[in-house]
């Protein structure tokens, strides 16, 4: 299995607080993403990165943002937690994008997150 | 823009039958094809992948054929079991440079013993 952990794995906050999410890799991979699954969508992209401090926005990143300082770990932050982000929240990283097996994705367990 | 669409869910199968979970995608250019599997609190791993027409994934006994001509990438399986029972993705990667995935809603299977 790939090295991938997020933190926390559950969380309950209330509207208009902030949240931050953490997935950290063990893997030395070069990009990561952020997508929050739903019913009915699938997974979404919110955001993704492709190197240390370069990052950019997915389909779905209004009220979001997110940091990259260091290799190893992908910072998700709802500045100001609202109910429609209410969600389950996945990490994933590749070694790269390019075909010849390095773009597959590998997932991290995923952060339950209920905005109340 | 790219898109995947699945078959609805869920299906309910008996133990031992065959599997069908039908796949047809948008997209331009050459797209890789993926189906991930999600077991009940857990995240996704990645059960098979194609990445160029008539290329055949499988794993686990599941097989599934990219077919450029029908722009689908049907997942089958033989003989299924409850251990089985899970959330089916299936997921392209397009021609862009960033690696995003473009999943679909997911099919959720049902295995009775």
């Known amino acids: 299995d790939a090295g991938i952990t997020q933190s926390p794995r559950h969380k309950v906050t209330e509207t208009g607080t902030p949240v931050t ?59 100001s937690a609202t109910s429609s982000q209410t969600s389950v929240y996945f990490c994933a990283i590749s070694e790269s994008t390019r075909l010849a097996g390095g773009e597959t994705q590998y997932f991290g367990p995923g952060t339950r997150l209920l905005v109340l | ?39 009940p609190g857990e995240g996704l791993q990645l059960l ?20 450029k001509e029908t722009t689908s990438f049907h997942l089958e399986k033989g003989s299924v079991q409850v251990s089985d029972s899970a959330v089916y993705f299936c997921a392209l990667k397009g021609s862009s440079n960033t690696g995003k995935l473009i999943f679909g809603q997911g099919t959720t299977l049902q295995v009775k013993p």
């Open chain 1, 21 to 79: 999410l953490r997935c950290h890799q063990t893997e030395n991979h070069r990009y990561m993403y952020w997508y929050r699954q739903d019913p009915g969508h699938g997974l979404r992209l919110i955001h993704y990165s492709y190197g240390v401090k370069d990052t950019d926005k997915g389909e779905v990143s209004d009220g979001y943002s997110v940091s990259r300082s260091k290799t190893e770990d992908f910072l998700l932050t709802l500045e």
């Open chain 2, 48 to 67: 098979l992948k194609a990445t160029k027409a008539d290329d055949k994934g499988s794993n686990k006994g599941f097989e599934a054929t990219y077919r």
């Open chain 2, 1 to 39: 823009g790219d898109s995947v669409t699945q078959m609805e869910g869920p299906v309910t199968l008996s133990e031992e039958a065959f599997l069908t979970i039908n796949c047809t995608y948008t997209a331009t250019g050459y797209p890789s094809l993926f189906w991930y599997v999600q077991y």
